[in-house]
Each structure stands twice: as C-alpha cells, then as structure tokens.
T-cell receptor, first 116, second 113 residues
Framework: EAQVTQNPRYLITVTGKKLTVTCSQN?????MSWYRQDPGLGLRQIYY???????DKGDVPEGYKVSRKEKRNFPLILESPSPNQTSLYFC???????????????FGQGTRLTVV | AQSVTQLDSQVPVFEEAPVELRCNYS??????LFWYVQYPNQGLQLLLK??????LVKGINGFEAEFNKSQTSFHLRKPSVHISDTAEYFC???????????FGEGTQLTVNP
C-alpha cells in the first residue's frame, strides 16, 4: 500500500530537549516536505527536499532542521524545541512534475507535538 | 509567489442542504488547484484537483469544484451534505512547473442534523 508514515503520532516534550520526527514513504517519490498546521493559519511549509541531499527552506524554517540521506526518509529535527513549536506536523511526498498526471501530494497521518 | 485565501473559516449547515466553500488564489503563472479534506485526527486526503481542460471538476464523496480563471477562484460545492462530511477543508495551489503546495487557512464544515 502506498503510504507516508510518520512517527511518533503524539509527543509531549520539554523545552530544549532535542527530538526527531521520522517520515518515510514507499512510493519512490523525489519531492518531500514538512508542514505545520496551526488553527486559522492552515498548513505552512517548513522545509522541502527535491531529492537526496537537496533540501531548502520553506515559509517557516526557524527552529527546525531536516536531512535527506536516503530517498525514502525525510526526518524533521528540533534541536532545542520551544513552546511556540507546539503544533500538528505533517510530512508529504509527491512525484516530480512532468510524470504523466502525477500531481497529487500524499500526506502522513500527522504528529501532534506539545512542548512544555 | 502564489497564495490562497479561503473566505470562510467556519461554515455550519444542516444535513441535506447544499454547501459552497470559497477559495481564491493568486499567482503570476499557470497553476494547478486542489481541495483536500481532513477528518478529525487524520491526515489530508485529496478530494479533487484541477490540472487543465474542463473547468468543472468532480471529486470523491459527491463534491465538485469550478475553476474560474477570470475571478481566480476555485470554489468547492456539494448539492446535499451529510453528517459525515463534517471536516476541515483546505484549498491548495501549485505552479504547473513546480512541486510546492501552498495552502489556504482552511474551512471547518460542520453539518448539523
């Protein structure tokens, strides 16, 4: 089954304690991205990756890091989490443009992070 | 740069009534348009998309949307809603030459009995 898998689904942590949210896709997609969802703001892109070892900032990258060492994995790293990073996070992947009608982005189930 | 505005943050309706969720976009280049639905405690699921061709697009669960280039709109409609349609709906846009999705703020649709 084609899917994007995020872990953990729920996480409560304390300010300053480094954490990683994992994301893995099994569709051989080149493009992957991270979003955060906050009430009234919709989904805002944090970072994205066009391919292995190619990453770039989205709209709200401050306080986050990513890496793309393998095509299937795109972890989100919070080196020193703060309460304003309490949010619902989504990982997504999609095939490259120009590949037939493959325009759909596939989303993980989300990770609800609370930083106290 | 592209942007999306969803004109209603909350839309309450009664069961079996028609509904329209409004979406306007801004872009200097050609775009693809999407509607995603998010049921409680779940991820986002694609409802429908406009790539090219007919401006009226039909999606899953009886939803449809109409692309209006002159008004830069992509409103979502359903002629008769069910309780199970209660969810948050997101309009999104991407440039035809790119992969980056830009989302609107979301519209919470609540269907009451």
């Amino acid at each position: 089954e084609a899917q994007v898998t995020q872990n953990p689904r729920y996480l409560i942590t304390v300010t300053g304690k480094k954490l990683t949210v994992t994301c893995s896709q099994n569709m051989n997609h080149e493009y992957m991205s991270w979003y955060r969802q906050d009430p009234g703001l919709g989904l805002r892109q944090i970072y994205y990756s066009m391919n292995v070892e190619v990453t770039d900032k989205g709209d709200v990258p401050e306080g986050y890091k990513v890496s793309r060492k393998e095509k299937r994995n795109f972890p989100l790293i919070l080196e020193s989490p703060s309460p304003n990073q309490t949010s619902l996070y989504f990982c997504a992947s999609s095939p490259p443009r120009g590949v037939g009608d493959n325009t759909e982005a596939f989303f993980g189930q989300g990770t609800r992070l609370t930083v106290v | 740069a592209q942007s999306v505005t969803q004109l209603d943050s909350q839309v309450p309706v009664f069961e079996e009534a028609p509904v329209e969720l409004r979406c306007n976009y801004s872009s200097s280049v050609s775009v693809y348009l999407f509607w995603y639905v998010q049921y409680p405690n779940q991820g986002l699921q694609l409802l429908l998309k406009y790539l090219s061709g007919s401006t009226l697009v039909k999606g899953i669960n009886g939803f449809e949307a109409e692309f209006n280039k002159s008004q830069t709109s992509f409103h979502l409609r359903k002629p008769s809603v069910h309780i199970s349609d209660t969810a948050e709906y997101f309009c999104a846009v991407t440039e035809t030459s790119g992969s980056r999705l830009t989302f609107g703020e979301g519209t919470q649709l609540t269907v009451n009995p």
